[in-house]
């Protein structure tokens, strides 16, 4: 535990902005944080939650995972995802639409889902877990016009032009200050939500199963799982989420491997005030990277890939 702390300091007081770092040993039971409960934006990564109370309003048959949903255009959001993309009129059923979300981030599938299950209903479930630095306030929509200062109402292919053209965000209000309506979650909060599914503690055991299964085909893979083997006897599987708004870079998740199982969480806010500063947080990925297969070493005799 102690080489796995060391890297963590160490790679924490390494950044320009800040980063949360938690990590936690599913066999053992040992974890340590970095700013494990100071509030971090978390971009997509708030679609966890979400996810955690679709599946509880399931259980509670408010409603149905088969329902149909017909997508609309005013469904439609800008940003990651395929709906965007696709003519209006397509039908899916609930759990689609879940594995878009959470597979490929996708946007509009987000806030299809979000309106569907109320967000004071996500916020309910929220504190019922104890999550004391987590919001899941807002839609993918309202989180990236608001601090691009569009209007709610704009239409979308108006707003993708102005994203589009606009050199940078104007209002970071969003990415400074925790403590507004907001998509946040602290080092902490996503370690008990990934621990409570994973040890199938919350909803039902058949729930947090399909949870797993879906959150499995995440297909952002830049960040934990990217220098850990992919195949042969050493493959891991690596159930997770990530988020990516300009500064922001997430990835919080679990990974398998044939001899450990753990929780790691990394959210970071690149975020240094300076208005020249034109890095997104695309250009973190590889902080993060190296964050994971060195904790990766940690735990294993045979390392994974060179840097």
Known sequence: MEKIIE????????????IGIGFKNFKTGEEYYVHGDERFPTASAFKVPVLIELFNQAHE?????????VLKRTDISVGSGVLSNLTPGLSMCIKDYAMLMMALSDNTATDIIHRLLGRDNIAATIERL??????????????LYTPAGIPMNTDVEE???IFDE????????????????????SPRDMMTMF?????????????CQQMMDIMEQCEGNRRIPLYLPKRGPRKVRVIHKTGTI???????GIVITPEQTYGIVMLYNGFTG?????????????ILALISRDIYNCLHKEPAAAE
């Open 7 to 18: 890297v963590m300091e160490r790679h924490a007081a390494g950044v320009t902005g800040k």
């Open 61 to 69: 048959k408010k409603i149905s995972l088969s329902d149909m949903h």
């Open 130 to 143: 104890g999550l004391k630095n987590t919001k899941a306030d807002m839609t993918c929509r309202e989180l």
């Open 159 to 161: 707003a993708q032009k």
């Open 166 to 185: 606009m050199d940078f965000i104007k209002d970071y209000k969003l990415i400074t200050d925790m403590n507004i309506p907001n998509d946040i979650s």
């Open 195 to 207: 621990s409570l599914i994973y040890n199938k503690e919350i909803i039902t055991p058949e729930a």
């Open 246 to 252: 300009e500064y922001i870079c997430a990835d919080c």
């Open 274 to 286: 300076d208005p020249d500063d034109k890095r997104s947080a695309y250009d973190n990925d590889e």
